[in-house]
């Protein structure tokens, strides 16, 4: 199974989020992990220009944007992936 990693940034924007709320945008994240292909997964989306390579998940009115990378703590054959969470924001606070 795939896994995810919230980066300092993304912990610092998920702070002033209401609790409940906070933990929402966190369990958006338990079903792409679970499928063999993240970025395929119906709510994820690859970014263009400014943002390419990164991906974005939508919770509601917030965006959550992320890398999928090589998972280093899994043994090469397993080829398991890292989603590694940059930034969780508002749709309006995110882009800018």
């Known amino acids: 199974m795939h896994r995810y990693i919230l980066s300092r940034s993304a912990l610092k924007s998920i702070r002033p989020i209401p609790k409940p ?3 929402q ?3 958006a994240f338990d079903e792409p992990v679970s499928t ?3 970025a395929e997964h119906r709510n994820v989306k690859a970014m263009k220009g ?3 390579g990164m991906y974005r ?3 509601g009115e917030y965006r959550a944007l992320f890398e999928i990378i090589p998972d280093p703590d899994s043994k090469p054959e397993h080829k398991l ?3 590694s969470i940059e930034a969780i924001r508002t749709r309006s606070g995110i882009y800018g």
Do not use: H, N
């Open 25 to 27: 945008i966190i369990a």
């Open 81 to 83: 992936l890292l989603l």
């Open 57 to 59: 998940i939508r919770i």
């Open 21 to 23: 709320r906070a933990k």
């Open 50 to 52: 400014t943002w390419s």
């Open 36 to 38: 063999e292909k993240p």
